[in-house]
């Protein structure tokens, strides 16, 4: 069994069993029993929990007179995002911030956790980024067919009518390739600049390994920046009315 982090050991020792029973009651056998709860999802846990206290926090202690830190953290953010999604999806993006703004935020605060001692980027094992990559596909068609109807179909067939055999199994292939990129960019991205790190830690534990953390600092605010971009102009092209 690999090596875990102290919060994925807390959780096994306390709800293993658990998790394992329930994992066994929907015919799904664990690859470690005793250790059922993976680091990664550990570190997903812990973020969700952080996240929901911060937004928790925000909420209760909004304040136009005086704002506090936290506030004006959150002011920056939803700002950014909006700014973002005004330009690239235009007319109507604010129904789409409030799922942008917590896709990019989670993603940029896994893709920081490997500079933590004792923690890991959950976007390094590629469950993670293939989950956030098809949580944004379904989110995206979804909406696609909220804005058109069924005039969404028309996006996967072409201007011509004799060209629809051709071009409809071309667009689905692309489209579904989506979910293989988002995939694969997050995921390889912040795996190699894990593996990196820990190589050079383990060779010269003093002063070179800086600049790797500092240059894994910015591929991972980088990297989350991607996916929310590519997020976005996805949901641009779904809702569009020029089908």
Known sequence: ???????????????????????????VEPTY???????AFAMELLIFVALLVYFVVVRT????EKPNGVQNVAEMTHEFVSEQGESIIGPGYERFVSYLT?????????????LVPGLKSPTANVVVPLAFALCTFVYYHYHGVRANGVGYIKQFLGPLWWLYPLMLPIELISHFARILSLTVRLYANMFAGDLVVLAFFSIVPIGIPLIFLGLHFGVAIIQAYVFLLLAMIYLSMAVAHEH
């Open 1 to 27: 069994m690999p090596t875990q982090t102290l919060f994925a050991q807390f959780l096994n020792l306390h709800f293993g069993a658990f998790t394992t029973s329930m994992l066994r009651t929907l015919h």
């Open 33 to 39: 029993p005793q250790a059922p709860i993976t680091d």
């Open 61 to 64: 202690t909004l304040s136009v």
């Open 102 to 114: 917590v896709l990019g935020v989670f993603i940029l605060i896994a893709n920081l956790m490997g």
